[in-house]
């Protein structure tokens, strides 16, 4: 391979690492810009979305590396594991959000945050208990097809990850542009007490946003066990904390800019670690971190969190 | 009752954790008001408003709109009922187009051709506002971002509008305007309740006006006899005078 080449390559496999974090971090961003709160309990809705995703594809009869299904019922099953992934997941993050975050919303300080991470915990043990701790193989139903362009390898796999991730992203902004609920939600990460007076109902408003970032959650642990063809109670951690890091550099709360934040963020694992080191990757992600917060807190595109006054 | 009653506050006390802020405040909006409430710092108009729209929730005494009573209907419910807020400072959503901050104003309305016909009516009330639906409210000027604010209430198709200080940080050629646009909508048959700092202007075009100190109305009447009471021209309309001479 050529050095080109090997850029190239990282480049693309960078792309689907991105697109994974891009709707990680987009949940992180949805709920900070509406309530200032930092949700660590998407760390793990993430890992249960992975687990969840693998029960429904098991349960379309799709295991191992055994092909069950070809052409329209293979596709039509797994949009069908996406769809019910994303559901079971986004109501993971509205029962959360209702009886775990909404009794704190009039409480000052890090105490909601705090809460997060318990509940975050509470997944995280439920799942190694459930699991005894194993990693589980994911299937890969999907044909095995590579493409070849100029010694860069393009697998299929890759560009179904990448459309479903665009696809969701599309959807997600059309539906914060133009909805009216997508409006009532910018109307409230923009200044609640307004939109309050406008007649919005704050509360429908966050769970409609913890509905959104849960059910991509979902999406991206999915998106995780099919890449990686595994899944495990301990990858929200470090898939989380990249994505976090994807929401800051892009601008907390702001929508394209964790899109942006976890394209830069895939890339720059990929490449970063075929230029220096694997094991350097996370030093590299977290420094990326730390100098966004010192150097340009609202990060690249700009922070939005909401007017408090 | 002389006129309609619209809007009624009767012995209204409300409370901020301990602190006391309105206590038994009795007022009255009738359909064709423009109502002024005048009063010093912290005496509790901004709190009164939040009443109105349901933010602030009585400790004791009764709202009613309409004839009835509305203490625990929920902000959205009383904007379904036809109170719209112009909000302190304006309050637009920055990084929303001029547009979309009307589209907010019609939040609890079914998108029809009513819309539409209201759309036209504010249009129609500020060219300037037609201008500028595609900009970000945030880039607006004072006067500009006032005036759509005042749009966005009308969106509502409201009965009653509650205004907080809808003059204040606005240039004098945009007082005049805003004020001229409180009377042509009030004639259009929309009761106006607002508090205003610039009591001389307010007084003006108001049919009546309370006086609010520390919680209490401690004066009210016609817009006119209080515009005249000696009290008021120290308290309120002091330098105003001078200009006047
Ligand atoms: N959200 C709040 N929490 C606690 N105290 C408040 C709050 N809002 C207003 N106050 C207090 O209530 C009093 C009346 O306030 P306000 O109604 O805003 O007065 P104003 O007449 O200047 O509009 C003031 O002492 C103010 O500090
Ligand atoms: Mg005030």
Redesign the interface.
């Known amino acids: 391979m050529t050095g080109t080449a090997v850029f190239l390559q990282q480049l693309v496999n960078g792309l689907s690492l991105g697109a994974m974090y891009a709707l990680l971090a987009l949940g992180f961003t949805l709920v900070y810009g509406i309530l200032e709160l930092i949700n660590f309990a998407h760390f793990n809705v993430f890992m249960v979305g992975a687990f969840v995703g693998l029960i429904v594809l098991q349960s379309f009869g799709l295991q191992g590396q055994t092909v069950l299904l070809h052409g329209a019922p293979l596709v039509l099953a797994l949009l069908a594991s996406l769809a019910v992934t994303m559901l079971a997941s986004g109501v993971l993050g509205v029962l959360i959000e209702r009886y775990t975050l909404r009794p704190m919303r009039n409480v000052r300080g890090p105490m909601a945050m705090i809460t997060t991470i318990g509940v975050s915990y509470i997944l995280f043990n439920l799942v190694l208990l459930l699991t005894n701790a194993q990693a589980l193989n994911y299937p890969d139903p999907m044909p095995s097809v590579d493409y070849h362009l100029g010694g860069v390898t393009i697998r299929l796999k890759a560009v179904i990850i990448w459309v479903v991730a665009a696809v969701l992203m599309w959807g997600l902004n059309l539906f914060v542009r133009r909805s009216?609920l997508g409006?009532?939600m910018?109307?409230v990460a923009?200044?609640a007490?307004?939109?309050?007076?406008?007649?919005?109902?704050v509360d429908q408003v966050v769970m409609i946003a913890f509905f959104a970032g849960s059910a991509l959650a979902g999406a991206a642990g999915m998106i995780f066990g099919l890449y990686y063809n595994f899944t495990q109670y301990s990858i929200g951690y470090t898939a989380g904390l990249r994505a976090f890091t994807a929401a800051v550099l892009g601008g907390i709360g702001n929508v394209p800019g964790a899109m942006v934040g976890g394209l830069l963020i895939g890339l720059i694992e990929t490449i970063g670690s075929q230029y220096i080191a694997a094991k350097w990757a996370d030093v590299i992600i977290f420094s990326i971190l730390i100098f966004t917060l010192v150097f340009r807190p609202a990060g690249l595109l700009g922070a939005?969190s909401p007017n408090r006054s | 009752m002389p006129e309609e009653t619209l809007l009624e506050f009767a012995g209204v006390h409300t409370h901020y954790g301990d602190l006391h802020v309105l206590k038994g405040v009795d007022y009255t909006v009738a359909r064709d008001d423009i109502v002024v409430l005048l009063g010093g710092n912290a005496s509790g108009k901004s709190t009164t408003m939040k009443t109105i729209m349901g933010t602030v929730t009585p400790s004791k005494g009764e709202v009613r709109f309409r004839g009835a009573p509305i203490n625990r209907l929920s902000t959205s419910e009383r904007v379904k009922r036809g109170i719209a807020p112009v909000l302190e400072a304006r309050r637009l959503f920055p990084r929303m187009t001029v547009y979309e901050n009307l589209e907010m104003g019609a939040y609890t309305r079914k998108r029809g051709p009513d819309f539409d016909e209201d759309l036209e009516r504010v249009y129609a009330l500020f060219p300037r506002v037609k201008e500028r639906r595609q900009q970000l409210a945030g880039t607006l000027s004072g006067g500009e971002q006032q005036m759509v604010a005042i749009g966005r209430a009308l969106m509502a198709r409201p009965a009653l509008i509650c205004m907080d200080e809808p003059s204040m940080g606005l240039s004098p050629r945009f007082v005049e305007i805003v004020f001229g646009i409180i009377q042509t909508i009030n004639r259009q048959g929309v009761a106006i309740f607002m508090v205003e700092q610039n009591a001389h202007m307010a007084l003006q075009i108001a049919s009546r006006g309370y006086v609010l100190q520390t919680g209490r109305v401690v004066l009210s009447g016609p817009a006119a006899d209080l515009a005249a009471n000696p009290a008021i021209r120290e308290a309120y309309l002091g330098e105003l005078q001078v200009e006047d001479s």
Do not use: I
């Open positions: 009216r409006k009532a910018r109307a923009q200044d007490e307004a939109a309050r007076m406008m007649g919005v109902e939005q």
